[in-house]
C-alpha cells in the first residue's frame, strides 16, 4: 500500500524538505499551504519530476473548516492519509513576555496548538481501527524552544511548542491500540526561512556558536528523523519526541 503522506506547512523549510523526502521514497504527497501557492506548485513540481505523486492544497491550519477541507482533498486525489506530518507553525519577532499583545499570542496558540490539535483529530477520525481506519502515523514538529522556554525571544512560542509535547505523549497512549503511532520531532537551530518571518533572518548564523557541533542544522535533516519515525522502521516507537539540535 503506497504511503499518503499529508503535510501541513509543506511549502517551505521543514515542511517543503519532509514532502520531498517522502515524494523520493515512493509515497503520495499533500502539501498544504496557506498562501505562497507558487512555492507549493514548486514542491509538487520537484517531486513529479523525480516520478512520485503530489498535490498542493491551499488551506489554513488555523482554521477548523480549512483543515477538513484539505483532509478531503487529500483523500480523494490521493486515497486516505496514512501519515500525517503536524508541520504547520509561525513565530512572531523576538521579544519579552510583558510586550506582546494578545493579539500576537493569539495568532501563535490558533495555529500552532488549536490548530495542530484539530489536523490531530482528523488523522485519528480517518486512521484509527476503532474507526474502521487502517491505522497511521502521526509526526508533530515540536521546537527545542519548548524544553528551553524561549526567554527573552519569543516566550509565547516555546510555550506553544510545549503544548505540542504533551500532545505527542497523550495522544499517542490514547491511540496506541488503534493502530496509530504518535511521536515528535524538536528541531534545534535550522537555517529555514522561519527566522526571516521573525525578524531575524541571520538567526540560525548568530548561534551556530551556541550548538555543541558548532553549526545550524538543515531542513533535510530534520526530514530524516520525521520520515524514521513515519516509517515500519520505527513500528515500536510512539510517545516519543527526537531531538534534531545538534547537541543543544
Known amino acids: 500500500m503506497t504511503s499518503v503522506f499529508l503535510v501541513t506547512g509543506g511549502s517551505r523549510g521543514i515542511g517543503a524538505a519532509t514532502a520531498l523526502l517522502a515524494g523520493s521514497g515512493g ?42 477541507r484539505v483532509f478531503e482533498a487529500c483523500e480523494a486525489a490521493l486515497g486516505p492519509v496514512t501519515v500525517l506530518v503536524n508541520n ?11 510586550e506582546f499583545s494578545a493579539e500576537r499570542i493569539a495568532r501563535i496558540i490558533n495555529l ?6 484539530i489536523c490531530a483529530r482528523e488523522a485519528v477520525r480517518r486512521m484509527s481501527t476503532k474507526n474502521a481506519g487502517r491505522g497511521g ?3 508533530n514538529i515540536s521546537s527545542m524552544a519548548a524544553p528551553l522556554g524561549g ?32 511521536n515528535g520531532v524538536r528541531p534545534g537551530i535550522i537555517d529555514t526561512e522561519i527566522h526571516a518571518s521573525g525578524g531575524n533572518p541571520n ?17 533535510e ?18 510517545g ?6 545538534g547537541g543543544r
Open 221 to 238: 535533516e530534520v526530514a530524516e528523523a520525521v520520515l524514521w519515525l513515519a516509517s515500519d522502521a520505527a513500528s515500536y516507537v510512539t
Open 137 to 139: 502515523a502521526i509526526v
Open 203 to 219: 538567526r540560525a548564523r548568530d548561534l551556530a556558536h551556541t550548538v555543541p557541533m558548532g553549526r545550524a542544522g538543515t531542513a
Open 88 to 98: 504547520a507553525g509561525v513565530v512572531d519577532t523576538e521579544g519579552r513576555l510583558e
Open 27 to 68: 509515497a503520495s504527497v499533500c502539501v498544504n499551504y496557506v498562501a505562497n501557492q507558487k512555492a507549493a506548485e514548486a514542491v509538487v513540481s520537484q517531486i513529479e519530476d523525480a516520478g512520485g505523486k503530489a498535490i498542493a492544497v491551499q488551506g489554513d491550519m488555523a482554521v477548523e473548516a480549512d483543515i477538513v
Open 151 to 182: 526567554p527573552a525571544t519569543y516566550v509565547d512560542y516555546a510555550a506553544s511548542k510545549g503544548a505540542i509535547d504533551t500532545l505527542t505523549v497523550g495522544l499517542s497512549r490514547e491511540v496506541a491500540m488503534e493502530g496509530i503511532r504518535v
Open 112 to 117: 500552532n496548538v488549536t490548530g495542530a490539535l
Open 240 to 245: 516519543t519526541t527526537i531531538n534534531v539540535s
